[in-house]
């Protein structure tokens, strides 16, 4: 299966950013973005990143709200966080060059199988297999295999079974051949195309008409729904936010200030005097939602717009004008509905 793969991929590689250098710090930047986000998503945000943090030592040494902000918009924080951690792995254990083993790259904070093969097949050529979701649906056509793709014992199957056949002269081009198959031709929604696919002659699920069962995959446990109120306080132009807890998610980040279920708008007055702030006008906003890996928040919100000489802030809310908040607070996503542009 390795020369129609190889010669598949050397032909019709999409132009990706970071396969024009590949080095391992540029392989593992763009890694962990395209971690549940798509490719066209995750150019803007790999050369925005890249352009201010060019090296790992830059990474190691950014400022924890610079590198949230830089990140802002791709969700998953601590994969972020995780990558600063492993920056400095790399600075103390390995003088700030990125480490040349599998085990070493493994070694590192947040990085799993897949990204460590990935780093060392794409960067360094070495024959490590990188098995991400679209290899998984490849491989379990290919050979009709219908074991559970969501259960970690499966993924570690396949990842033994294909080690021995990566080509150590084109480490590279096989494992990245096999993911691009997966993007492009052996897709998970639809029909696969399987008139362009290099390895269709030897694929046993087109053979056995089970195209459609395979792979099999459980379905994921239901994400809880909460309900949650956002509230936008303004004095003149500012807008009022916090910081959330270091721990939990969307740690660290800023945030709009929120609370758990629906509230009225005899509520909101209540509250908002109750925590020093005087309400002069409030407006009901729009409802909107956002979805997490494990919670779905359904968010209804006010604009409360309160009188500056009666304020005394008890929760020490921030009141930042919104061009400020956008160049340097990192504020999740799920608040994009309700942060004023200006």
Not at 26 to 32: A, G, K, T
Not at 39 to 58: G, I
Not at 232 to 247: H, L, N, S, Y
Not at 266 to 275: D, P
Request: with cysteine.
């Amino acid at each position: 299966m390795g020369e129609p793969l190889i010669r598949w991929y050397r032909e019709n590689r999409r132009d990706l950013p970071w396969r024009q250098q590949p080095s391992p710090y540029h392989v593992w930047v763009s890694e962990i973005m395209l971690q549940q986000t798509r490719v066209e998503a995750v150019k803007p945000y790999y050369q925005r990143f890249l352009a201010a943090l060019p090296a790992v030592k830059d990474l190691a040494e950014v400022p924890e709200d610079q590198l949230l902000k830089l990140w802002e918009g791709l969700g998953y924080y601590n994969r972020v966080r995780n990558m600063q951690k492993a920056a400095r792995q790399v600075m103390a254990d390995y003088g700030g060059e990125f480490p040349v083993t599998y085990e070493g790259i493994r070694s590192l904070a947040g990085i799993g199988s897949y990204t460590a093969g990935a780093i060392a097949s794409f960067a360094y050529g070495l024959p490590k297999p990188a098995v991400d979701g679209n290899v998984l649906r490849v491989i379990m056509r290919l050979t009709g295999d219908d074991s559970d793709i969501m259960k970690q014992s499966t993924k570690k199957q396949v990842e033994e079974n294909l080690e021995p056949v990566i080509p150590a002269d084109a480490a590279s081009d096989f494992n990245q051949g096999l993911i691009e198959l997966g993007a492009m031709v052996c897709v998970p929604n639809g029909q696969p195309k399987c008139g362009a696919c290099p390895l269709a002659g030897m694929c046993r699920a087109r053979m056995e008409g089970r195209i459609e069962e395979l792979p099999v995959k459980t379905r994921a446990k239901e994400r809880r729904i909460e309900e949650r109120t956002i509230l936008v306080f303004r004095d003149g132009e500012k807008t009022a936010i916090c910081k959330r807890p270091d721990k939990g998610l969307l740690a660290g980040m800023y945030e709009l200030p929120n609370y758990l279920g629906h509230m009225s708008r005899k509520e909101v007055a209540a509250y908002s005097k109750e925590i020093g702030l005087m309400p002069v006008r409030i407006k009901k906003l729009p409802e909107a939602k956002h979805i997490f890996s494990h919670v779905e928040w359904h968010m209804t919100g006010y604009e409360v717009r309160v009188d500056e000489l009666e304020k005394t802030n008890e929760k020490g809310f921030l009141f930042i004008h919104p061009e400020e908040i956008q160049e340097r607070y990192p504020i999740p996503a799920a608040f994009g509905s309700y942060l004023p542009r200006s």
